[in-house]
């Protein structure tokens, strides 16, 4: 009887958010198949799902739409291709590294991952991808071709977080400003002098707040400054104040950086803005396992109960100012400011009709790999709260490459052009 009436409660709960909220409705909507192909149109999609086998290894399947017709490929071995795109990640981060580098590995990791599916894909020019697993921190782009070509040279890939997005109508386009967030103050003390931080921190020891620091998940946090990205904010500002092609003035901004970087000025919106770029650190953190071994214990009749530490959102996020200083409290103080922003919290940020989310940031592009599921993170928490576009770096790359890119890529993109072929003409631009 009480599981009947709360399963009634959350029924007629859906239903007034049905009613009252579009992005409600999107996130709930059963997709069909035929409805994905129309959403394609002349583009092709790639939708990759990790499976595990009956030999209880991993395996991965592609299926490729392409003009209404399906095709179909199983990769049997994912132990090369993941090394292949680990390898690839370490030659791109390493600022030494040449053309040539990155291309020796990229056209073997192009020949186990890509070729396979050239046929289904024919000389279609636009191309979806939607990535599982490992894959989801590959940048696609950088795939090599047999004509030593990158795929971002001859293709436009379009990443999207799942196949059913395609199907989706887009939520009414926020009108409003950019809002730039870039370089906190990690170790901004403003919260800790607050009456309730500081209530707190009388009740705790010097020693136990040490243990804390050193302890493990999110109390473990520390980051170091990130000057170049507070520079990459203020260069972007300087762009939007000269480009509108609406207006003399240029595009209304705001920039926040070192202790005014703070969590709550998104959660304190007045509205949602056109255009979000966050240049900051971000972080995916490791199961806690002897946690998660505590909590699979519990269960309910026939039904095990999720382990809450083995929730990836609760485990994936951005920094703001305070982190540092904040860490060995989380969870007793203000967890509305208290300069972790996890993906949890960016579901319920009101950011319906943005038209984009710039993540630029160390890590943001890594998530924890689940069978089936896949990686969620940020980027796709950022979709669910409403964001039409979210680009995300995958890897850290230097201050220098970062900013110019950006440059290019918002001088464009602020003159009119989609954020999907901005981005696509700046990258090519820096090849």
Not at 59 to 70: D, K, P
Request: net charge negative; glycine share 8%.
């Amino acid at each position: 009887k009480i599981v009947f009436d709360l399963e009634e409660k959350v029924n007629m709960l859906q239903l007034k958010l049905g009613e009252q909220s579009q992005r409600f409705r999107q996130s709930t909507k059963q997709v069909t198949v035929d409805e994905v192909v129309e959403g394609l149109g002349e583009n092709a999609l790639v939708d990759f799902i990790s499976f595990r086998g009956e030999d209880d290894t991993y395996r991965m399947l592609a299926v490729v739409i392409n003009q209404g017709e399906f095709s179909f490929f199983e990769y049997e071995d994912l132990e090369i291709i993941s090394s292949m795109v680990m390898e690839l990640r370490e030659i791109v981060q390493d600022e030494g590294a040449e053309d040539e580098d990155v291309k020796s590995v990229a056209v073997e990791l192009w020949e186990e991952l890509w070729q396979p599916l050239t046929e289904g894909l024919g000389e279609t020019a636009t191309i979806f991808i939607s990535p599982d697993g490992l894959l989801n921190v590959l940048p696609f782009d950088l795939l090599t071709d047999d004509d030593d070509s990158y795929l971002l040279e001859n293709f436009d890939l379009r990443i999207v977080s799942s196949a059913r997005d395609l199907a989706l109508e887009p939520l009414p386009a926020a009108k409003g400003e950019l809002l730039i967030i870039a370089g906190p103050d990690y170790d901004s003390d403003k919260i800790l002098k607050t009456p309730a931080a500081r209530k707190v921190t009388n009740k705790r020891s010097a020693s136990v707040a040490q243990g804390a620091r050193m302890g493990s998940g999110l109390r473990g946090l520390n980051f170091d400054p990130l000057p170049g990205a507070e520079k990459e904010g203020e260069v972007i500002k300087t762009v939007a104040d000269t480009k509108d092609p609406n207006s003399d003035e240029g595009r209304a901004s705001t920039i926040y950086s070192q202790r005014v970087a703070e969590e709550n000025l998104l959660r304190n919106m007045s509205g949602a803005p056109e255009v979000l770029h966050i240049a900051t650190h971000g972080f995916f953190l490791k199961e806690d396992e002897k946690l998660k071994k505590r909590l699979q214990g519990l269960s309910r009749g026939s039904s095990s109960v999720p382990p809450p530490a083995d929730n990836p959102l609760l485990r994936a996020g951005l920094a703001f100012a305070g982190l540092n200083a904040n860490a060995p409290m989380l969870g007793e103080i203000d967890t509305d400011n208290d300069g972790v922003l996890t993906a949890m919290e960016v579901l319920s940020l009101e950011l319906a009709g943005t038209q984009l989310v710039v993540l630029s940031a160390c890590e943001t592009g890594l998530g924890e790999i689940h069978e089936g599921e896949g990686v969620y993170g940020l980027r796709r928490s950022f979709q669910e709260a409403g964001v039409k576009n979210v680009i995300n770096s995958f890897w850290e790359v230097s201050d220098a490459w970062t900013q110019l890119l950006m440059t290019k890529f918002y001088d464009k993109f602020l003159t009119g052009m989609s954020a999907r072929q901005a981005m696509r003409e700046a990258r090519l631009e820096m090849l």
